[in-house]
């Protein structure tokens, strides 16, 4: 039951690092980790950024397992994985010709403006929603989910393998959180630079992002 477990996580794992590398998951985990008490709010984001992971990994995984079940042909998820592949390499070249240019700033999304004062709740449906409506992060839960649902059939592995990809989606979103619960103060320093860098590129790592691991879906695809 648990034998091919090792193999979709080794398979899925670019994916899942493509989603760790997402940038305004990470951008809002350090402004709120930042604001005075938010701590808790942070931790928080990461819980929602977490389930909402797990809900579009483990709908599509869903699908893809009852695709199979009905006797849909292996042929077809091979095409979607491709289409899918397509999609992230065209939005990562779109994101990079939209990319500032030269020392013109990146304008960041209004919502930013509001978060050192955002609360729990509210932290919590917007870890949600950067995971669970961001059409770039459903290409990648999407290439996994399918991965998982067409060849894991037991329930537990197949649980387990999108908790694992969640896990490995959400990591760098809870770094700062976690620096910021037991680094104090002392950390502060490193976390205003590392905004700073993520907001003067937030756009090309994204498209960088979305052109090489959509290159990969495409490669695994054929292989």
Do not use: C, Y
Not at 111 to 132: D, K, Q, V, Y
Not at 138 to 154: D, H, K, V
Request: proline share 4%; hydrophobic share 60%; no cysteine.
């Amino acid at each position: 039951m648990w034998s091919q477990l090792g193999q979709v996580v080794a398979e899925f794992f670019p994916l899942a690092v493509g989603v760790a590398l997402s940038p305004l998951p990470l951008i809002a985990a350090v402004i709120i980790s930042l604001a005075a008490g938010g701590g808790g709010r942070a931790v928080a984001l990461v819980a929602g950024r977490f389930l909402g992971v797990v809900v579009v990994v483990g709908v599509f995984a869903a699908l893809s397992e009852l695709f199979a079940d009905t006797g849909g042909s292996a042929a077809v998820l091979s095409v979607l994985n491709v289409l899918l592949g397509l999609a992230m390499m065209v939005f990562g070249v779109l994101t990079w010709v939209r990319r500032p240019r030269g020392d013109e700033p990146d304008s960041p999304p209004k919502w930013m403006a509001s978060l050192t004062g955002i609360s729990g709740a509210r932290a919590f449906g917007l870890g949600f929603t950067l995971s669970a409506a961001n059409v770039k992060e459903l290409a990648f839960g999407a290439g996994a989910g399918i991965l998982i649902g067409s060849t894991l059939t037991a329930a537990a592995p197949t649980i387990a393998a999108v908790a694992i990809f969640a896990a490995i989606g959400t990591v760098t979103a809870a770094l700062p959180v976690v620096a910021v619960l037991t680094g104090g103060e002392r950390i502060r320093p490193a976390l205003d630079r590392l905004h700073a860098g993520l907001m003067r590129s937030s756009r090309t790592i994204t498209a960088v992002v979305l052109v090489l691991f959509g290159a990969v879906l495409l490669a695994s695809s054929f292989g």
